[in-house]
């Protein structure tokens, strides 16, 4: 079983940076493909970025490449989101996902995930 909890959201005005992290717990956690997700309300959850197994590879939205870094830290058994310069469309729940048997073409799919975390909410307002 794996458990994912989520932290470091909060309220951040336009332009301002936040780093979103989660805990995996559970074995082996080298050999998940890692990802966040986000949904605004009345939205369908969208792709933000993931980091395949072993560290692999990275993949990120249109929307937020050059702007958002993902990271792996395999002796801490998290993953992290630095988010800078921020958007106020970038406001919504983001959510952390782990996946087992993710395959390249399906990176962006939250059906590749087996398991998620609960969400930190992101907004960005002035």
């Known amino acids: 079983q794996v458990t994912l909890v989520e932290s470091g959201g909060g309220l951040v005005q336009p332009g301002g940076s936040l780093r979103l992290s989660c805990q995996v717990s559970?074995?082996?956690?080298?050999?998940?493909?890692l990802a966040w997700f986000r949904q605004a309300p009345g939205k369908e959850r969208e792709f933000v970025a993931a980091?395949?197994?072993?560290?692999?590879?990275?993949h990120y939205a249109d929307s937020v490449q050059g702007r958002f870094t993902i990271s792996r830290t395999n002796a801490e058994n998290t993953v992290n989101l630095q988010m800078n310069s921020l958007k106020p469309e970038d406001t919504a729940g983001y959510y952390c996902?782990?996946?087992?048997?993710?395959?390249?073409?399906?990176?962006?799919?939250?059906?590749?995930?087996?398991?998620w975390g609960q969400g930190t909410q992101v907004t960005v307002s002035a």
């Open positions: 980091s395949r197994r072993y560290g692999s590879s990275t």
């Open positions: 996902a782990a996946g087992s048997g993710v395959i390249l073409s399906s990176v962006r799919s939250a059906d590749a995930y087996d398991y």
């Open positions: 559970g074995s082996s956690f080298s050999r998940y493909t």
